[in-house]
């Protein structure tokens, strides 16, 4: 009846467990629970946890990555559209003064007659 309540390690049968890991639900004693961010994990979940913050921090740099990507595209094809407009401008004006200084110029006209 009394060693029925006693709870081992699994890392260490000989020893008694102290805490439950909240992750994988096993008792683990002193030695191998250990306290992450305000939790009391074993150092198998402590491990993983540990993974996907760090898999979790580099996927959110990816994303800030191609946002920013995204971003300058979007100004890039905003520069380009104006640009193209700005530059379709002075070139109607230069096309209309180019026919009226043909139609106006004597060796055409002469050759024509
Ligand atoms: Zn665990
Ligand atoms: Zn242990």
Same mark, same amino acid.
């Given at each position: 009846?009394?060693? *029925?309540?006693?709870? @081992?390690?699994?890392?260490?049968?000989?020893?008694? #467990?102290? /805490?439950? +890991? &909240?992750? !994988? $639900?096993r008792?683990? +004693?002193?030695? !191998?629970?250990?306290?992450?961010s305000?939790?009391?994990? +074993?150092?198998?979940? $402590?491990? @993983? /946890?540990?993974?996907a913050? %760090?898999?979790?921090? #580099?996927?959110?740099?990816?994303? +800030?990555?191609? #946002? /920013?990507?995204?971003?300058?595209m979007? $100004?890039?094809?905003i520069?380009?559209?104006v640009?193209? *407009?700005l #530059? =379709? *401008?002075p070139?109607?004006?230069?096309?209309? %003064?180019?026919?009226?200084?043909?139609?106006?110029s &004597? &060796?055409? =006209?002469?050759?024509h007659?």
């Amino acid at each position: 009846m009394t060693e *029925i309540e006693v709870l @081992k390690c699994l890392n260490h049968p000989e020893r008694e #467990a102290v /805490a439950r +890991c &909240p992750s !994988c $639900l096993r008792f683990f +004693c002193r030695e !191998c629970i250990t306290e992450y961010s305000g939790k009391v994990l +074993c150092s198998s979940c $402590l491990r @993983k /946890a540990h993974d996907a913050q %760090t898999r979790l921090s #580099a996927r959110s740099w990816l994303s +800030c990555g191609t #946002a /920013a990507a995204a971003g300058f595209m979007m $100004l890039w094809l905003i520069f380009y559209s104006v640009g193209r *407009i700005l #530059a =379709s *401008i002075p070139q109607q004006t230069h096309g209309d %003064t180019f026919w009226l200084s043909v139609n106006h110029s &004597p &060796p055409i =006209s002469s050759e024509h007659e």
